[in-house]
């Protein structure tokens, strides 16, 4: 299969705000879930809120252990997913790639990049190696927590995750059905 790509817009899936852009695209039998969204911070700011522990747990997971290159925690992610997280990557503060699920069937890596824009900081982040019928799932998944990582770093409480989920997983689902 030829790789095929399918953007969803923040309309489609009716994104609380605007900017957050996803996209999902098809490799074979695997897919990748891509984010990108611009904060109203610096480089630094975000690139603790996507690494420090006490920051991740206000918007995506809980982690035990201590981050570090090469090391493994184990995370429990506010949608559900617990396991290990195994850092491959970690060049602060401008791009991290971990391995979440390292060495069983469902392993996926996963790539923040975080540049500069004048006063703001765009985020991208990619999931690759996600089965093709779990893409749909898992971006509205990621759409939802980088809508919490946005109410976070605006200082607010995250919104209810599996709700947002759920008003975003129809036009996910539509977007992975015309990858197949």
């Given at each position: 299969?030829?790789?095929?790509?399918?953007?969803?817009?923040?309309?489609?899936?009716?994104?609380?705000?605007?900017?957050?852009?996803?996209?999902?695209?098809?490799?074979?039998?695997?897919?990748?879930?891509?984010?990108?969204?611009?904060?109203?911070?610096?480089?630094?700011?975000?690139?603790?809120?996507?690494?420090?522990?006490?920051?991740?747990?206000?918007?995506?997971?809980?982690?035990?252990?201590?981050?570090?290159?090469?090391?493994?925690?184990?995370?429990?992610?506010?949608?559900?997913?617990?396991?290990?997280?195994?850092?491959?990557?970690?060049?602060?503060?401008?791009?991290?790639?971990?391995?979440?699920?390292?060495?069983?069937?469902?392993?996926?890596?996963?790539?923040?990049?975080?540049?500069?824009?004048?006063?703001?900081?765009?985020?991208?982040?990619?999931?690759r190696g996600i089965s093709l019928e779990q893409v749909a799932a898992y971006g509205a998944g990621w759409q939802a927590h980088i809508e919490d990582l946005?109410?976070?770093?605006?200082?607010?409480?995250?919104?209810?995750?599996?709700?947002?989920?759920?008003?975003?997983?129809?036009?996910?689902?539509?977007?992975?059905?015309?990858?197949?």
């Open positions: 299969m030829d790789e095929q790509t399918d953007q969803i817009s923040t309309d489609q899936a009716g994104a609380r705000r605007s900017g957050v852009a996803g996209s999902l695209r098809a490799s074979g039998d695997r897919a990748t879930v891509r984010m990108q969204d611009r904060y109203p911070t610096h480089p630094e700011d975000l690139w603790a809120a996507v690494t420090e522990p006490e920051r991740l747990a206000r918007w995506i997971a809980v982690v035990d252990g201590v981050p570090g290159l090469g090391g493994t925690v184990h995370a429990r992610f506010t949608s559900g997913w617990e396991g290990d997280v195994r850092v491959e990557v970690c060049e602060p503060p401008r791009r991290l790639i971990v391995t979440s699920a390292p060495g069983r069937s469902d392993e996926t890596t996963i790539e923040a990049v975080l540049t500069r824009d004048g006063d703001s900081t765009l985020l991208v982040v990619e999931e946005a109410a976070h770093l605006a200082g607010r409480d995250a919104g209810g995750w599996a709700t947002r989920w759920t008003e975003l997983a129809p036009a996910y689902a539509e977007q992975a059905h015309s990858l197949a």
